[in-house]
């Protein structure tokens, strides 16, 4: 997760998961994109950015199987510490 601002980035998967995350979001009226993050330059990652506090927005995707992060070696499974 990346905090810029009144917005967090949360990291997922794919970008077909950012938008099933979207898509469930917007279910409970939460705002959030989906997009392309650039963290390095060793592939593609993506995630949602969220307006709303993220340990609420991470418990409602938990309901649907959609973890928030990621535990590829890359970003060493935490994302708490970095300025997007």
Known sequence: MFVNGNS???????????????RQLSNYK????????H???????YGIRVYEDVEKVCRLLATVNIICGDTDDRFQGTFYDRNY
């Open 30 to 37: 939460i705002r959030a994109n989906a997009e392309k993050i």
């Open 8 to 22: 967090s980035v949360i990291i997922l998967k794919s970008i077909t998961e950012a938008n099933k995350a979207k």
């Open 39 to 45: 963290i390095n330059k060793s592939g593609c990652t």
